[in-house]
């Protein structure tokens, strides 16, 4: 392609809202432009990097045999309700209607969709296993688009389903796909890894999310130290390696902690470690309330705790909220004396206290010495905390460290969720009606696209991988009014095009300067430059990611780069 013929406008200076890599260097090289707060156009070279991954990613399901379709992004709302998504997604979707008032949704995934047709159309368990997937663009409600590509409210995505007889049949399904989720990221050149994860509003169980790691991630990940083990921080479960002290109990005494709100303070006032109180949060899970308990230094993870009630939604209390059911302020709850309709659930690292405070339901007021095996009869123990760095690690082996990363794709195990909501059944080898277990796979390509960005960068632009570039050669003609220079650029743009070469022509009339700029900035992998030295045949060769350059003779370029290409 010549440049001259394409739209490619780069900028010189980072627009005031780019707040990440990807977006800044993504709208510098000219690849997108936004259209409004979390909608983008793709200009030419983003579209064929989008291309790029979507090749990968057809290439890998066509492997494990499965098969591409498209569905409609305007979808019914009945068959969202059905489902319970309707009100479970709340401000996510985007709703709308049409002039004769009938309710739909701007489709966020496809879940509803695809399971309608499969009950439509598949009877018998012959038809079973079958796996479906599409690429296209899905839509969400953001509260706050932010970080370019990384979050916004229209973006594109290829998310499969596979519908199955068994639950062994869903296992290898899931085992072949994370498979090749892992083929993708590797063939795409990312740094990631897979790790446990939530399904949240996806319904069903077992998932893993693939994060690209990077500095920008969203996403806490904790990793051991010593194995393959990584999950979401929300998701990382916490062994209960505690010792039960064995120091003597002490009498329960109340005592007066006035103006001591935060866990810092009182411990600070009681002249005790932060880790020898008891930090005590009031939730309503769904219609129901729940006093959470974790040692001072640490955190409720909320996740945790929904999974634990097996609760649709969970909520912290207002502070006006939790005066009025315990008679305190935040900074004086307990669980010693709370309402019966208020469920008490401890961490287990609460368990091994000894003589330890905890708010008494009284303003300005604590309990010191408090031992939970005397004074907390009556409460459940559970892991409902976040983990931390330095703690044992989950599958026994190393330590806990954490890594931020960008969730760019995601495989779960929906199993009859969808297929009980929606009716969606068939006959089994005994002629029985059975309900089709389901499975669920989703890649973010827009949103892969930017975390490439995140891991490819200098100080100049972007540095693609060779895979996922726009165009394998980027060729430069320095002075288009020198004959010699034109003619040699034309001879080489013609021999590599022929050769198979995706090329990116730089045959504008500007100057030198800006020329080697707008490279730097596009991230094309090999750059060739035709210049001075025009008249002998000799162009200078450059590899954008290592900045190596060498002088080449037209007569090997094509030797030279069918070695650098494979």
Excluded at 181 to 187: A, K, N, T, V
Excluded at 203 to 216: I, N, Q, R, S, Y
Aim: charged fraction near 30%.
């Amino acid at each position: 392609m010549r440049q001259s013929k394409t739209l490619i406008p780069t900028l010189k200076e980072t627009p005031a809202d780019a707040d990440t890599s990807s977006h800044k260097w993504l709208l510098r090289a000219g690849y997108i432009r936004q259209n409004f707060s979390g909608v983008y156009s793709f200009l030419p070279l983003g579209k064929r990097v989008l291309d790029k991954i979507e090749a990968v990613v057809r290439e890998e399901m066509d492997k494990i045999g499965a098969n591409e379709m498209l569905m409609p992004a305007l979808q019914s709302a009945d068959l969202w309700k059905e489902t319970g998504r309707w009100d479970k997604m709340g401000e996510e979707l985007i709703r709308l209607h049409d002039r004769h008032d009938r309710e739909f949704v701007l489709g966020p995934t496809h879940e509803e969709i695809i399971t309608s047709i499969i009950r439509d159309e598949i009877k018998s368990y012959k038809k079973l296993p079958l796996t479906l997937y599409q690429i296209q663009t899905k839509f969400r409600d953001e509260r706050r688009p932010r970080f370019g590509l990384l979050r916004g409210r229209e973006f594109i995505m290829k998310d499969a389903y596979s519908f199955h007889d068994s639950e062994e049949s869903l296992d290898q399904s899931y085992q072949e796909m994370y498979q090749a989720y892992s083929r993708i990221f590797e063939r795409l050149g990312l740094n990631f890894r897979a790790v446990i994860a939530d399904a949240g509003a996806m319904g069903g169980k077992d998932t893993h999310e693939f994060m690209a790691l990077a500095e920008v991630g969203e996403d806490t990940i904790a990793f051991s130290t010593e194995s393959n083990y990584a999950a979401n921080i929300e998701m990382a479960e916490v062994l209960d390696t505690y010792q039960v002290s064995t120091e003597e109990q002490k009498p329960l005494t109340k005592v007066d902690t006035p103006n001591q709100k935060t866990m810092q303070e009182v411990a600070d006032f009681l002249n005790h470690d932060l880790d020898q109180g008891m930090k005590s949060l009031l939730f309503k899970a769904d219609d129901d309330y729940v006093l959470v308990v974790t040692r001072g230094d640490h955190e409720v993870n909320e996740i945790k705790l929904k999974n634990l009630l097996n609760a649709n939604d969970v909520a912290l209390l207002t502070e006006d909220e939790a005066f009025e059911l315990m008679q305190a302020s935040f900074g004086s709850l307990g669980p010693i004396g709370v309402p019966e309709k208020v469920k008490v659930i401890c961490d287990l690292a609460v368990r091994s206290l000894a003589n330890a405070s905890c708010g008494a339901n009284q303003e300005g007021v604590h309990y010191i010495n408090v031992n939970p095996s005397r004074d907390l009869p009556e409460a459940e123990y559970a892991d409902v905390r976040f983990i931390k760095e330095g703690d044992p690690s989950p599958d026994g082996q190393g330590i806990i460290e954490f890594a931020e990363g960008i969730e760019i794709g995601q495989v779960f195990k929906l199993g009859k969720f969808y297929a009980e909501k929606l009716g969606a059944s068939y006959l089994n080898q005994q002629g029985k009606a059975a309900t089709v277990t389901t499975g669920c796979y989703g890649i973010g390509i827009s949103r892969t696209m930017a975390a490439i960005v995140e891991q490819f960068h200098d100080e100049r632009g972007i540095t693609w991988p060779a895979h996922v570039a726009p165009y394998q050669i980027h060729l430069l003609v320095l002075n288009n009014k020198k004959a010699e220079q034109r003619e040699l650029a034309d001879q080489i743009y013609q021999q590599l095009k022929d050769a198979g070469y995706d090329v990116l022509y730089d045959d504008r009339d500007e100057r030198a300067g800006v020329k080697f700029a707008d490279s730097d900035l596009i991230g094309i992998p090999y750059r060739i430059t035709v210049g001075k030295k025009a008249n002998e045949g000799i162009v200078e060769c450059k590899v954008r990611q290592s900045n190596e350059q060498e002088e080449r003779h037209q007569s090997e370029l094509l030797t030279y780069f069918t070695d650098v290409f494979n």
